[in-house]
């Protein structure tokens, strides 16, 4: 069964530090995809990134940037130069996509990101 | 404007008493989906449908409802609300399924008393 681990319940970091958020997954499919979706503290979800399990490329987007690695099953995100409105709680996910999915959505349970001006 | 809409935003309701949620959506998305959020448990996905008439079970369906009966709509159904459905409740959809990105709604704050 697919899983998502976000062992990070909590960080705060003083504002303009770099931050990083772990996401490790386990699935297995040898096909599917990964997301991080942004829930600042108005309440919405606002998507950030997918990235399929063929595509290992790193993903930079601003002050933004994702590490996905095979190899330890781990899809993280770092805010460089952190601003006060990238406080938030943070979500990653997993869906399968190979023959047998079931087209579920596992989230992680989520890490809630202070910035400390 | 591409949205997601969901009513109300906030009920208190009585341990018992049938309520829907409602859920709408004005892009044509196939796929749509409930989920709850609860502290410390992330969110968790209740009922999801590819197209109209298909629903399928996510990982936490007891005691909910949903039908799909247009496209565009997808409203979640509690036929006897208990006090541990007390959460925050999101719709989401997505144009290609549960692996494209998903619109969520603005959520709807749930609390059975």
């Known amino acids: 069964a697919q899983k998502v681990t976000q062992a990070q319940t909590e960080i705060s970091v003083v504002e303009k530090e770099d931050v990083t958020l772990d996401c490790v997954y386990e699935?297995?499919?040898?096909?599917?995809?990964l997301f991080w979706y942004k829930q600042p503290p108005s309440g919405e979800l606002v998507f950030l990134i997918r990235?399929?399990?063929?595509?290992?490329q790193n993903e930079i987007s601003g002050r933004y940037s994702w590490n996905f690695q095979k190899s330890t099953s781990s899809f993280n995100f770092t805010i460089t130069a952190s601003q006060v409105v990238d406080s938030a709680v943070y979500f990653c996910?997993?869906?399968?996509?190979?023959?047998?999915?079931?087209?579920?959505?596992?989230f992680g349970k989520g890490t809630r990101l202070h910035i400390l001006p | 404007e591409a949205q997601v809409t969901q009513n109300p935003r906030y009920l208190i309701t009585v341990t018992g008493k049938k309520l829907t949620v409602t859920c709408s959506q004005n892009?044509?998305?196939?796929?749509m989906s409930w989920y709850r959020q609860d502290p410390g448990l992330g969110l968790r996905q209740i009922y999801y449908?590819?197209?109209?008439?298909?629903?399928d079970k996510g990982d936490v369906p007891e005691g909910y409802k949903v039908s799909r009966k247009e496209k565009r709509n997808f409203p979640l159904i509690l036929e006897s609300p208990s006090p541990n459905q007390t959460s925050l409740y999101f719709c989401?959809?997505?144009?290609?399924?549960?692996?494209?990105?998903?619109?969520f709604g603005q959520g709807t704050r749930l609390t059975v008393v």
């Open positions: 892009m044509n998305h196939e796929y």
């Open positions: 989401a959809s997505s144009l290609g399924g549960v692996n494209t990105e998903a619109f």
């Open positions: 990235r399929n399990s063929f595509d290992e």
């Open positions: 996910a997993l869906s399968e996509a190979g023959l047998n999915r079931d087209d579920k959505i596992i």
């Open positions: 449908s590819m197209n109209v008439e298909v629903t």
């Open positions: 699935t297995r499919d040898t096909t599917y995809y």
